[in-house]
Each structure stands twice: as structure tokens, then as C-alpha cells.
């Protein structure tokens, strides 16, 4: 049971910060011995690669318009670091459990990584340019957090990326829809613009 929520936590943070993710289990494991976390992410090589990506990944998410192109690039890294995870926290089990746990892991990590990128197209076309560096912090923060969670109250980790994946779906869909209804909006207008033919006066 806590492996399975560990993995829907780390999921769901690998869906806004697959690389921080990998790096904060495997430091944990290195330094707190944790027995939940593989060995192969306590490797020295791959913390030292995830550290390095998460300093890129930090740094293009605050950069506005590249973070969209950013995140498209991340559309399979995150979900499929997600399941990747998942698959590895499920330790030496059957093989239909660890099939699940990536699954689920990888599902998470798809829903906030549909949401993150979604409030981030609508955040770079707002009038605030301060708007994409704060919101790519609370990103981070909320990461953070989760991950620490994830990691010490698995339950707590697990219960909150529920919430979060509910939340985060419902702002998307009424992003959407925003940006729908503004399209049909701007379309009528250019109609209405529109020079009406001589013929037709």
C-alpha cells in the first residue's frame, strides 16, 4: 500500500518536476537508507544527470513562451519518468503489481503535466510577464512539498495528488473552454468586419 502511494505522489511530482524527483529519492535512499527506494536511483551517475537536468528544467520553466515549448518537449519525459518510477517503487513484486504502479505513477505524472501545461499557455499570454516566473515558483514549492511527502507521509502524498489531479483537471477544462469560447468570439467579429460584397449590397 505504500509503495503504491509513493508512486501515485512521485507520479504526480513527475509531472511538473520529473528530474527533481528521481534526484530527491535517490538522495534519500543514499543518505536515510530508505529500502522503498531502488538502487538504481541511488546510483552516483544518476543523481549527478538528474541534478543537472533539474538546473535546465528549472531554468527554461521560467523563461516566458519557452517554458510551452519546454513542457512539449516533456510530454512524454514526465509521464513516462512517472511510470518509470512507479514501475521501480514496486520493488520485487509480481509483475501485474509493478504493470499497475507504472500505470498509475504515469497516469499522475500525465494529468499534472496536462494541467501544468495548459495554465502555463494561458499564463504566457497574460499582460504580466512577472506572472510566468511566480507561477513557475509555486510550481517548484508545491513540488518540493509533495516530494517531502511523498517520501516521509506517503499517505499524505498520496491523498493530495488526488485532490490535486481533481483540481488541476477542473482548471484545465475551464481554461479551454475560456480559450474556445474567445476563439469563437474573435471569429465572430471578423465576420462582422468582414467587407460585404458590392453584389450582395
Known amino acids: 500500500m505504500e509503495a503504491t502511494l509513493m508512486s501515485l505522489g512521485s507520479g504526480w511530482v513527475s509531472g511538473i518536476r520529473p528530474y527533481f524527483m528521481i534526484f530527491l529519492l535517490g538522495l534519500a535512499g543514499r543518505v536515510f537508507g530508505l529500502e522503498q527506494v531502488p538502487t538504481v536511483l541511488q546510483r552516483t551517475d544518476v543523481l549527478v544527470v538528474a541534478a543537472v537536468l533539474l538546473l535546465v528544467d528549472l531554468a527554461a520553466d521560467k523563461i516566458a513562451y ?53 495554465a502555463r499557455a494561458a499564463v504566457n499570454v497574460s499582460p504580466e510577464p512577472v506572472s510566468n516566473v511566480v507561477v513557475s515558483t509555486g510550481e517548484d514549492l508545491l513540488a518540493l512539498v509533495m516530494g517531502l511527502l511523498t517520501i516521509t507521509v506517503p499517505l499524505v502524498a498520496g491523498a493530495l495528488a488526488l485532490v490535486l489531479l481533481l483540481i488541476g483537471g477542473y482548471i484545465a477544462y475551464r481554461i479551454l473552454r475560456s480559450m474556445r469560447r474567445l476563439r469563437e468570439r474573435l471569429r465572430e467579429a471578423r465576420r462582422r468586419r468582414a467587407p460585404v460584397p458590392a453584389g450582395e449590397v
Do not use: C
Open 66 to 118: 519557452f517554458d510551452s515549448f519546454w513542457d512539449q518537449l516533456n510530454t512524454v519525459v514526465r509521464p513516462l519518468a512517472g511510470a518509470v518510477l512507479g514501475y521501480l517503487l514496486a520493488g520485487e513484486t509480481d509483475v501485474v503489481n509493478a504493470i499497475v504502479m507504472a500505470l498509475l505513477g504515469g497516469g499522475a505524472a500525465l494529468g499534472a503535466h496536462a494541467a501544468k501545461s495548459t
